[in-house]
């Protein structure tokens, strides 16, 4: 068995030590933006085993459990923190809020593998899809 990692980047940064919350382990890292300077955010992750000899089929299947208990975890940590730092303006996410999702590979040699990126991006609507599903 492998240890993977599923982890994401919040769009904004929860003031709590670096440590483990309930199934997430959470960190601040430093985004560096030329024009803005860096930027400081908090990445979630969750751990977990995985059988690196399961066929891709089986691994997409883990990557979707995986990723909705990391949405799960993460919005129940935020609801914890905008609850004890009063902060109305920190709100639950969507995974295209989260997106991209990485997943880490951590064979048992300890070398960390770079495995893969899963990306959200809203829905638009064109037009005419709006005004025929209000129609509905």
Not at 20 to 25: C, D, M, N, T
Request: aromatic letters at 8%; hydrophobic letters at 30%; a neutral charge.
């Amino acid at each position: 068995m492998s240890r993977d990692w599923a982890t994401a980047r919040l769009p904004y940064l929860l003031r709590l030590p670096d440590g483990q919350y309930g199934s997430l382990e959470i960190g601040r890292v430093a985004l560096d933006f030329r024009e803005e300077g860096t930027i400081n955010r908090t990445q979630v992750r969750l751990l977990f085993d995985a059988d690196p000899a399961e066929n891709e089929d089986r691994r997409q299947g883990v990557a979707k459990r995986k990723e909705n208990e990391l949405l799960l975890a993460t919005n129940r940590l935020i609801r914890w923190y905008r609850t004890i730092a009063k902060q109305p303006t920190v709100h639950e996410l969507t995974k295209v809020d989260l997106s991209p999702i990485r997943f880490l590979l951590e064979p048992p040699d300890g070398e960390r593998n770079y495995c893969e990126d899963r990306n959200y991006e809203p829905t638009i609507w064109r037009e005419e899809e709006k005004s025929h599903s209000r129609l509905r």
